[in-house]
Nanobody, 121 residues
Framework: VQLQASGGGLVQAGDSLRLSCTASGRTSGSYAMGWFRQAPGKEREFVAAISWHGEDTYLADFVKDRFTISRDNAKNTMYLQMTSLTPEDTAVYYC???????????????WGQGTLVTVSS
């Protein structure tokens, strides 16, 4: 299976943006998915995760009131709706797949290439 993240771009502080992550290839079976991000000069950090049916979602504390994770299994696509963006949200956002819903990056076995989000002040 391959994951393709898209939807990044340059926005202004306070704007909204929706990222997508589409799976292709051997997509059979159920799996959780997640979003991580890596800002320049910083380590990769967990952002959000969602279970196969979407009944379980985890969000990092710093995005709980601003970001929403969702998925459409019929389209093999996961989304990250981001609102009230700040310059601190500037990062490359990666999507990934895991056998269960988790915040641990080491549990994710397939990663997308990342999409850059830049938030100007």
């Amino acid at each position: 299976v391959q994951l393709q993240a898209s939807g990044g771009g340059l926005v202004q502080a306070g704007d909204s943006l929706r990222l997508s992550c589409t799976a292709s290839g051997r997509t059979s079976g159920s799996y959780a998915m997640g979003w991580f991000r890596q800002a320049p000069g910083k380590e990769r950090e967990f952002v959000a995760a969602i279970s196969w049916h979407g009944e379980d979602t985890y969000l990092a504390d710093f995005v709980k009131d601003r970001f929403t994770i969702s998925r459409d299994n019929a389209k093999n696509t996961m989304y990250l709706q981001m609102t009230s963006l700040t310059p601190e949200d500037t990062a490359v956002y990666y999507c990934a797949r895991a056998p269960y819903t988790t915040r641990e990056s080491g549990k994710y076995d397939v990663w997308g290439q990342g999409t850059l989000v830049t938030v100007s002040s």
